[in-house]
């Protein structure tokens, strides 16, 4: 069985803060594939990134960055210099070998108030 | 390029009543995905095609729903009857190839079963 975990339910950062988003995974693949969606308020989730387990690297796009620990099974998510139009829902999601279903964490709601 | 549309956006039906949610998904995607949310329950997997045959249905709710895709640019979600426990927002999502690419999803099909 795998389960992603998302602690924290609501966040609530002033603009240009930074704010990490937790995401914690559980799974007994070696292989697996952990993704951030994002669902603003419109409704629709939209992609951001995808990782698999065998590439560690952290990766950086604009504002956004993850860092992916095997060792402590984390893959979170750091929104740097927020802004208003960061506020939404942010699910982790976690698919591991070939016939296994995409998992979704329980989502982060970020407000970023102006 | 268009994305994942879904049709209606918006369904409010009596109790009992048959529901059919459409969705055309991203030409040239190999698998398509109908997801359900709610409050209580978060994102759930209901029905997962790859190349318009079901691969997994374990997530479909009970005999009152059912999924077919035809044809590569089109799939159905009925519920017949329904119940009030029904109202949620129905996505559906599509992928290059499986669990394991990134997923796009369509607005979603808000449905209120009165």
């Known amino acids: 069985a795998q389960k992603v975990t998302q602690a924290q339910t609501e966040i609530s950062v002033v603009e240009k803060e930074d704010v990490t988003l937790d995401c914690v995974y559980e799974?007994?693949?070696?292989?697996?594939?952990l993704f951030w969606y994002k669902q603003p308020p419109s409704g629709e989730l939209v992609f951001l990134i995808r990782r698999n387990s065998f590439d560690e690297q952290n990766e950086i796009s604009g504002r956004y960055s993850w860092n992916f620990q095997k060792s402590t099974s984390s893959f979170n998510f750091t929104i740097t210099a927020s802004q208003v139009v960061d506020s939404a829902v942010y699910f982790c999601?976690?698919?591991?070998?070939?016939?296994?279903?995409?998992?979704f964490g329980e989502g982060t709601q970020l407000t970023v108030n102006p | 390029d268009a994305g994942v549309i879904q049709s209606p956006r918006h369904e409010v039906t009596e109790m009992g009543q048959e529901v059919t949610l459409r969705c055309k998904p991203i030409?040239?995607?190999?698998?398509l995905f109908w997801y359900r949310q709610t409050m209580m329950r978060g994102l759930e997997l209901l029905i997962y095609f790859n190349n318009n045959v079901p691969i997994d249905d374990s997530g479909m709710p009970e005999d009152r729903f059912s999924a077919k895709m035809p044809n590569a640019s089109f799939s159905t979600l009925k519920i017949q009857p329904s119940e009030p426990r029904d109202s949620a927002v129905y996505f559906c999502a599509s992928s290059f190839r499986g669990m394991n690419t990134e997923a796009f999803f369509g607005q979603g099909t808000r449905l209120t079963v009165v």
């Open positions: 799974t007994r693949d070696t292989t697996y594939y």
């Open positions: 999601a976690l698919s591991g070998t070939s016939g296994s279903r995409l998992t």
């Open positions: 030409s040239g995607h190999n698998s």
